[in-house]
Protein backbone atom coordinates (compact mmCIF):
# COMPACT_ATOMS: atom_id res chain seq x y z
CA UNK A 1 0.00 0.00 0.00
CA UNK A 2 3.17 2.15 0.37
CA UNK A 3 3.08 3.30 4.00
CA UNK A 4 5.74 3.90 5.91
CA UNK A 5 5.15 3.46 9.85
CA UNK A 6 6.93 5.38 12.83
CA UNK A 7 6.59 4.91 16.22
CA UNK A 8 7.42 8.12 18.83
CA UNK A 9 7.87 7.76 22.09
CA UNK A 10 8.78 10.22 24.88
CA UNK A 11 11.43 7.54 26.62
CA UNK A 12 14.85 7.32 25.54
CA UNK A 13 16.65 5.85 22.56
CA UNK A 14 17.90 2.92 25.26
CA UNK A 15 14.21 2.12 26.85
CA UNK A 16 12.88 2.77 23.06
CA UNK A 17 14.83 -0.06 21.28
CA UNK A 18 14.61 -2.93 24.08
CA UNK A 19 10.75 -2.14 24.25
CA UNK A 20 10.98 -2.45 20.37
CA UNK A 21 12.91 -5.72 20.29
CA UNK A 22 10.55 -6.96 23.63
CA UNK A 23 7.66 -6.86 21.08
CA UNK A 24 9.27 -7.45 17.53
CA UNK A 25 8.12 -4.04 16.56
CA UNK A 26 8.35 -4.03 11.80
CA UNK A 27 8.68 -0.30 12.52
CA UNK A 28 11.31 1.94 13.96
CA UNK A 29 10.77 3.47 17.43
CA UNK A 30 12.03 7.40 17.52
CA UNK A 31 12.46 8.80 20.84
CA UNK A 32 11.05 12.33 21.35
CA UNK A 33 12.83 13.48 24.62
CA UNK A 34 12.71 17.14 24.23
CA UNK A 35 8.84 16.87 23.15
CA UNK A 36 9.34 18.47 20.26
CA UNK A 37 6.90 15.87 17.98
CA UNK A 38 4.67 15.50 20.66
CA UNK A 39 4.22 18.81 21.29
CA UNK A 40 3.85 19.74 17.51
CA UNK A 41 1.34 17.39 16.71
CA UNK A 42 -0.96 18.08 20.08
CA UNK A 43 -0.19 14.59 21.37
CA UNK A 44 1.31 16.02 25.02
CA UNK A 45 -0.12 19.88 26.33
CA UNK A 46 3.55 20.37 27.87
CA UNK A 47 7.24 19.72 27.23
CA UNK A 48 7.08 18.47 31.28
CA UNK A 49 4.65 16.10 30.28
CA UNK A 50 5.83 12.22 31.63
CA UNK A 51 3.94 10.39 28.80
CA UNK A 52 2.43 11.65 25.34
CA UNK A 53 -1.14 10.56 24.70
CA UNK A 54 -1.35 7.65 22.77
CA UNK A 55 -2.85 8.92 19.08
CA UNK A 56 -1.97 7.66 15.10
CA UNK A 57 -1.95 10.03 12.67
CA UNK A 58 -1.98 9.45 9.21
CA UNK A 59 0.38 11.98 7.05
CA UNK A 60 -0.15 12.27 3.16
CA UNK A 61 2.55 12.67 0.84
CA UNK A 62 1.94 16.45 0.88
CA UNK A 63 2.94 16.68 4.85
CA UNK A 64 -1.14 16.86 5.79
CA UNK A 65 -2.54 15.25 8.52
CA UNK A 66 -5.61 13.22 6.72
CA UNK A 67 -6.75 11.25 9.98
CA UNK A 68 -5.71 11.23 13.55
CA UNK A 69 -7.00 8.52 15.82
CA UNK A 70 -7.01 8.71 19.22
CA UNK A 71 -9.66 6.09 20.47
CA UNK A 72 -6.89 3.38 19.91
CA UNK A 73 -8.46 -0.39 20.18
CA UNK A 74 -4.76 -2.16 20.62
CA UNK A 75 -6.34 -5.26 19.18
CA UNK A 76 -7.69 -4.68 16.14
CA UNK A 77 -5.95 -0.66 15.72
CA UNK A 78 -4.32 -2.70 12.72
CA UNK A 79 -7.14 -4.05 10.94
CA UNK A 80 -9.12 -0.61 11.51
CA UNK A 81 -5.86 1.15 10.02
CA UNK A 82 -5.82 -1.31 6.62
CA UNK A 83 -9.06 -0.62 6.07
CA UNK A 84 -9.32 2.66 6.70
CA UNK A 85 -6.33 3.69 4.09
CA UNK A 86 -7.88 1.33 1.74
CA UNK A 87 -10.79 3.55 1.38
CA UNK A 88 -8.81 6.47 1.55
CA UNK A 89 -6.70 5.65 -1.09
CA UNK A 90 -9.64 3.75 -3.38
CA UNK A 91 -7.18 0.87 -3.62
CA UNK A 92 -8.77 -1.44 -5.89
CA UNK A 93 -7.49 -4.83 -3.89
CA UNK A 94 -9.82 -5.17 -0.82
CA UNK A 95 -7.88 -6.09 2.67
CA UNK A 96 -8.24 -10.15 3.26
CA UNK A 97 -8.41 -11.70 6.18
CA UNK A 98 -8.00 -15.42 6.92
CA UNK A 99 -8.88 -15.56 10.48
CA UNK A 100 -9.01 -18.27 13.30
CA UNK A 101 -11.07 -18.05 16.78
CA UNK A 102 -14.23 -18.94 18.89
CA UNK A 103 -17.34 -17.87 16.99
CA UNK A 104 -19.53 -15.27 19.68
CA UNK A 105 -22.47 -13.63 19.50
CA UNK A 106 -23.90 -9.70 20.28
CA UNK A 107 -26.46 -7.70 19.40
CA UNK A 108 -26.40 -3.90 18.96
CA UNK A 109 -27.51 -1.35 19.37
CA UNK A 110 -29.83 -0.68 22.55
CA UNK A 111 -33.03 -0.39 19.88
CA UNK A 112 -32.66 -3.47 18.24
CA UNK A 113 -31.99 -5.46 21.57
CA UNK A 114 -35.17 -4.39 22.45
CA UNK A 115 -36.86 -5.56 19.27
CA UNK A 116 -35.06 -8.89 19.61
CA UNK A 117 -36.40 -8.95 23.14
CA UNK A 118 -40.05 -8.50 21.96
CA UNK A 119 -39.87 -11.48 19.96
CA UNK A 120 -38.67 -13.21 22.40
CA UNK A 121 -34.82 -13.45 22.71
CA UNK A 122 -34.40 -12.30 26.26
CA UNK A 123 -30.48 -13.05 26.58
CA UNK A 124 -28.64 -12.26 23.58
CA UNK A 125 -25.21 -13.11 25.07
CA UNK A 126 -26.23 -16.46 25.41
CA UNK A 127 -25.13 -18.34 22.13
CA UNK A 128 -27.49 -21.67 22.88
CA UNK A 129 -30.72 -19.15 23.57
CA UNK A 130 -29.90 -17.20 20.20
CA UNK A 131 -29.53 -20.43 17.91
CA UNK A 132 -33.17 -21.54 19.33
CA UNK A 133 -34.53 -18.08 18.58
CA UNK A 134 -33.14 -18.15 15.50
CA UNK A 135 -34.83 -21.68 15.20
CA UNK A 136 -37.86 -19.64 15.42
CA UNK A 137 -37.11 -16.54 13.62
CA UNK A 138 -34.74 -17.60 10.89
CA UNK A 139 -34.57 -14.19 9.03
CA UNK A 140 -33.64 -12.62 11.84
CA UNK A 141 -29.63 -14.28 11.26
CA UNK A 142 -28.44 -10.90 10.16
CA UNK A 143 -30.10 -8.72 12.96
CA UNK A 144 -27.64 -10.48 15.18
CA UNK A 145 -23.69 -9.62 15.30
CA UNK A 146 -21.79 -12.84 14.85
CA UNK A 147 -18.12 -11.88 16.15
CA UNK A 148 -14.95 -14.18 15.54
CA UNK A 149 -13.10 -13.83 19.07
CA UNK A 150 -9.40 -14.86 20.13
CA UNK A 151 -8.93 -15.49 23.97
CA UNK A 152 -12.69 -13.75 24.31
CA UNK A 153 -11.50 -10.53 22.72
CA UNK A 154 -13.21 -9.68 19.49
CA UNK A 155 -11.64 -9.14 16.34
CA UNK A 156 -14.27 -9.00 13.60
CA UNK A 157 -18.02 -8.99 12.93
CA UNK A 158 -18.51 -11.64 10.83
CA UNK A 159 -21.40 -10.33 7.90
CA UNK A 160 -22.57 -12.28 4.98
CA UNK A 161 -23.15 -9.56 1.75
CA UNK A 162 -25.69 -9.86 -1.67
CA UNK A 163 -27.05 -12.91 -2.77
CA UNK A 164 -25.06 -14.91 -0.14
CA UNK A 165 -25.82 -13.36 2.99
CA UNK A 166 -28.41 -16.03 3.57
CA UNK A 167 -25.51 -18.49 3.03
CA UNK A 168 -22.91 -17.45 5.23
CA UNK A 169 -25.64 -16.82 8.31
CA UNK A 170 -26.68 -20.54 7.90
CA UNK A 171 -23.17 -21.36 8.04
CA UNK A 172 -22.13 -19.30 10.77
CA UNK A 173 -25.09 -20.92 12.79
CA UNK A 174 -23.97 -24.27 11.87
CA UNK A 175 -20.41 -23.21 13.32
CA UNK A 176 -21.59 -22.03 16.82
CA UNK A 177 -24.05 -25.79 17.04
CA UNK A 178 -20.96 -27.71 16.59
CA UNK A 179 -18.99 -24.84 18.85
CA UNK A 180 -21.93 -25.42 21.97
CA UNK A 181 -21.74 -28.97 21.25
CA UNK A 182 -17.80 -29.74 21.60
CA UNK A 183 -17.88 -30.94 18.23
CA UNK A 184 -14.99 -28.06 16.89
CA UNK A 185 -12.17 -26.03 18.51
CA UNK A 186 -12.10 -23.36 16.32
CA UNK A 187 -13.71 -21.63 13.52
CA UNK A 188 -11.60 -20.95 10.20
CA UNK A 189 -13.67 -17.59 8.46
CA UNK A 190 -11.91 -15.60 5.19
CA UNK A 191 -13.43 -12.85 3.70
CA UNK A 192 -12.83 -9.33 2.58
CA UNK A 193 -12.95 -6.04 5.45
CA UNK A 194 -14.62 -3.09 5.04
CA UNK A 195 -16.24 -1.10 8.09
CA UNK A 196 -16.77 -1.02 11.87
CA UNK A 197 -19.29 -2.45 14.08
CA UNK A 198 -20.52 -1.33 17.27
CA UNK A 199 -20.79 -3.71 19.72
CA UNK A 200 -23.02 -3.72 23.03
CA UNK A 201 -20.13 -3.14 25.06
CA UNK A 202 -19.80 0.02 23.44
CA UNK A 203 -15.99 -0.67 21.38
CA UNK A 204 -15.70 -1.42 17.61
CA UNK A 205 -14.43 -4.04 15.85
CA UNK A 206 -13.81 -4.19 11.52
CA UNK A 207 -16.26 -5.64 9.53
CA UNK A 208 -15.27 -8.71 7.84
CA UNK A 209 -17.57 -9.67 4.70
CA UNK A 210 -17.02 -13.77 4.76
CA UNK A 211 -17.09 -15.78 1.67
CA UNK A 212 -19.26 -18.70 2.06
CA UNK A 213 -16.91 -21.46 1.37
CA UNK A 214 -14.57 -20.52 3.52
CA UNK A 215 -16.55 -21.10 6.63
CA UNK A 216 -15.32 -24.30 8.44
CA UNK A 217 -14.53 -25.74 11.67
CA UNK A 218 -11.11 -27.23 12.36
CA UNK A 219 -9.71 -28.86 15.97
CA UNK A 220 -6.66 -31.34 16.67
CA UNK A 221 -9.03 -34.86 17.39
CA UNK A 222 -7.38 -36.60 20.53
CA UNK A 223 -5.31 -33.31 21.72
CA UNK A 224 -7.50 -33.47 25.49
CA UNK A 225 -5.90 -34.39 28.50
CA UNK A 226 -2.37 -35.31 28.50
CA UNK A 227 -2.22 -33.95 24.48
CA UNK A 228 -3.49 -30.71 25.68
CA UNK A 229 0.30 -29.33 25.38
CA UNK A 230 -0.11 -29.43 21.28
CA UNK A 231 -3.27 -27.64 20.90
CA UNK A 232 -1.88 -24.96 23.52
CA UNK A 233 1.07 -24.30 21.67
CA UNK A 234 -0.94 -24.25 18.32
CA UNK A 235 -3.05 -21.75 20.00
CA UNK A 236 0.16 -19.47 21.05
CA UNK A 237 1.68 -19.71 16.99
CA UNK A 238 -2.18 -18.82 15.87
CA UNK A 239 -2.64 -15.51 17.71
CA UNK A 240 -3.04 -13.19 15.02
CA UNK A 241 -5.71 -10.92 12.74
CA UNK A 242 -5.25 -13.39 10.18
CA UNK A 243 -3.99 -9.57 7.52
CA UNK A 244 -0.43 -10.16 6.28
CA UNK A 245 0.04 -12.12 3.74
CA UNK A 246 2.39 -14.17 6.31
CA UNK A 247 -0.65 -14.60 8.70
CA UNK A 248 -2.83 -15.65 6.06
CA UNK A 249 -0.64 -18.31 4.91
CA UNK A 250 0.29 -19.75 8.54
CA UNK A 251 -3.68 -19.58 9.74
CA UNK A 252 -5.01 -21.64 6.67
CA UNK A 253 -1.93 -23.80 6.86
CA UNK A 254 -2.11 -24.59 10.45
CA UNK A 255 -5.81 -25.36 10.01
CA UNK A 256 -5.66 -27.11 6.53
CA UNK A 257 -7.31 -30.55 8.09
CA UNK A 258 -7.29 -32.10 5.04
CA UNK A 259 -3.42 -31.57 4.63
CA UNK A 260 -2.38 -31.36 8.20
CA UNK A 261 -4.79 -33.92 10.17
CA UNK A 262 -2.88 -36.98 9.54
CA UNK A 263 -0.07 -34.84 10.70
CA UNK A 264 -1.45 -33.66 13.54
CA UNK A 265 -2.31 -37.54 14.30
CA UNK A 266 0.73 -39.26 13.95
CA UNK A 267 2.62 -36.75 16.35
CA UNK A 268 -0.24 -37.53 18.97
CA UNK A 269 0.36 -40.94 18.57
CA UNK A 270 4.38 -40.81 19.02
CA UNK A 271 4.01 -38.29 22.01
CA UNK A 272 5.56 -35.61 19.71
CA UNK A 273 5.58 -31.67 20.48
CA UNK A 274 5.00 -29.12 18.42
CA UNK A 275 8.32 -27.50 18.22
CA UNK A 276 7.34 -24.08 16.18
CA UNK A 277 5.46 -23.06 13.23
CA UNK A 278 7.68 -21.26 10.41
CA UNK A 279 6.28 -19.35 6.96
CA UNK A 280 8.68 -17.59 4.72
CA UNK A 281 8.00 -16.14 0.96
CA UNK A 282 7.99 -18.78 -1.22
CA UNK A 283 11.40 -18.78 -3.59
CA UNK A 284 9.26 -20.51 -6.58
CA UNK A 285 5.91 -18.94 -7.33
CA UNK A 286 3.36 -19.51 -9.99
CA UNK A 287 3.19 -15.92 -12.25
CA UNK A 288 0.75 -13.73 -10.19
CA UNK A 289 0.54 -15.40 -6.99
CA UNK A 290 1.60 -14.74 -3.71
CA UNK A 291 2.89 -17.91 -1.92
CA UNK A 292 4.26 -18.63 1.40
CA UNK A 293 6.65 -21.75 2.46
CA UNK A 294 5.07 -23.05 5.52
CA UNK A 295 7.25 -25.25 7.95
CA UNK A 296 5.71 -27.23 11.05
CA UNK A 297 8.93 -28.95 13.66
CA UNK A 298 7.67 -31.77 15.92
CA UNK A 299 10.20 -33.07 18.65
CA UNK A 300 10.08 -35.98 21.47
CA UNK A 301 10.24 -33.78 24.62
CA UNK A 302 11.26 -37.29 26.56
CA UNK A 303 14.42 -37.65 23.85
CA UNK A 304 14.73 -34.37 22.11
CA UNK A 305 18.41 -34.98 21.94
CA UNK A 306 18.64 -38.20 21.09
CA UNK A 307 15.23 -39.02 18.46
CA UNK A 308 15.35 -37.01 15.33
CA UNK A 309 12.99 -34.01 15.04
CA UNK A 310 9.95 -34.24 11.87
CA UNK A 311 9.63 -30.98 9.51
CA UNK A 312 6.75 -30.79 7.52
CA UNK A 313 6.62 -28.16 4.55
CA UNK A 314 3.47 -27.29 2.62
CA UNK A 315 3.35 -24.34 -0.18
CA UNK A 316 0.93 -21.79 0.01
CA UNK A 317 -0.90 -19.25 -2.43
CA UNK A 318 -2.77 -16.31 -0.62
CA UNK A 319 -3.53 -14.36 -3.51
CA UNK A 320 -7.16 -15.43 -3.60
CA UNK A 321 -9.54 -14.34 -1.07
CA UNK A 322 -9.53 -18.25 -0.03
CA UNK A 323 -6.18 -19.82 0.08
CA UNK A 324 -5.14 -22.69 -1.24
CA UNK A 325 -2.02 -25.33 -0.88
CA UNK A 326 0.09 -26.12 -3.65
CA UNK A 327 1.60 -29.28 -4.49
CA UNK A 328 2.06 -32.18 -1.56
CA UNK A 329 3.15 -31.99 2.04
CA UNK A 330 7.05 -32.59 1.82
CA UNK A 331 8.83 -34.46 5.00
CA UNK A 332 12.09 -35.21 6.47
CA UNK A 333 13.88 -35.68 9.46
CA UNK A 334 16.64 -33.24 11.25
CA UNK A 335 19.35 -34.44 13.60
CA UNK A 336 18.42 -34.09 17.10
CA UNK A 337 18.32 -30.65 19.07
CA UNK A 338 18.60 -28.94 15.55
CA UNK A 339 15.20 -28.77 14.74
Not at 167 to 187: A, K
Not at 191 to 215: D, F, H, M, N
Amino acid sequence: MGVVIFGVSTDSRQANAAFAEKYDFPFPLLSDLERRVCLAYGACAHAADAHALRVTYVVDPGGRIGEVHTEIDTVNHAAILLTSLAVRHGRSTPVLAYVLGRLGVDVAPEARRDSLAAQGLTRPEDPGEVLAFLGRHPTAAAAVTWTVTVEGIPLYAVRGAGAFATEVHTGLQRLLREQQGGENGRVAVAGRVAGWQRLSTGGRVPILWAEPRSLRSWSVAGAAGPNEGLLARLDSELRNRGLTPRERAVNFAASAAEALGPIYQRALTAGLALAGLEARPAPVCRPGSDCWEVELGFFDPTARFARAAEVYRLTVDVSDLVPVILGKVRHWQVDAGVG
